[in-house]
């Protein structure tokens, strides 16, 4: 099992330009979690999806920011319209299933420069 | 508000020291608390958790509901501890998503 798997590992944008944000969980686990880390702080959760549905999203900023976890296919979180405050760690995490019992796998993250 | 903090940023030892980093809690819940961790150039990875009641590379942690704390301990430091630690709790319930804390760098000397 290759594990949770995240591309790119680096992206850099320009101010108003898209970011896409990939995250392939680890094989058997439906479940898939998005962290952010801003320099200095700890990860903050963003959403919370399982197949074709978003559970939580209490962690995403209002504007700008979406998440899908299609039937088939990766995870993708996506910011329009990147500002430089977007430039963050973004980690995904998946779980076979959604209870606290259930461990979260870390993907490396994908580092997002906004120029 | 449910916060995980963390009042070290850095802890240097030296080998074969104990160890003990800081975690404490705010949860008006019955939490469930988990330490992660990441070693360098690795994926932030489950190091344990307070419901588990077990010692993973020599760590121990126990949950003190009373100082609304969960240090993480070992007697002994080695040199491949070295580690940003996270201490996190979980809400539980219909979401299992985590607060983290800030993170501690231990740094074993030699």
């Known amino acids: 099992n290759a594990g949770v798997m995240q591309n790119p590992r680096h992206l850099v944008r320009r101010r108003g330009q898209e970011a896409r944000l990939r995250c392939s969980p680890m094989?058997?686990?439906?479940?898939v979690y998005w962290y952010r880390q801003l320099p200095e702080e700890g990860l903050k959760f963003m959403v919370y999806l399982q197949k074709e549905n978003i559970i939580d999203e209490s962690g995403m900023p209002k504007e700008r920011f979406s998440a899908e976890f299609p039937k088939e296919g990766p995870s993708i979180l996506r910011i329009q319209q990147v500002v430089r405050g977007d430039s963050a760690a973004y980690f995904c995490a998946s779980s076979p299933g959604g209870g606290s019992a259930d461990t979260q796998y870390f993907g490396p993250g994908t580092r997002l420069t906004v120029l | 508000a449910q916060r995980v903090t963390q009042p070290e940023k850095l802890l240097s030892v030296f080998k074969g020291a104990p160890v003990e980093l800081k975690c404490n809690y705010s949860?008006?819940?019955?939490?469930?608390l988990f330490w992660y961790v990441q070693y360098s150039r690795q994926r932030l990875q489950l190091l344990l958790r307070h419901i588990s009641r077990e010692s993973i590379k020599g760590f121990t942690a126990d949950l003190n509901k009373g100082e609304t704390s969960f240090h993480l301990k070992k007697p002994f430091a080695q040199e491949e501890d070295s580690a940003m630690y996270y201490c996190?709790?979980?809400?539980?319930?219909?979401?299992?998503?985590?607060?983290f804390g800030t993170g501690t760098l231990l740094a074993v000397q030699p």
């Open positions: 996190a709790l979980s809400y539980g319930g219909a979401t299992n998503k985590l607060i």
């Open positions: 094989k058997g686990h439906s479940h």
């Open positions: 949860y008006s819940g019955s939490p469930e």
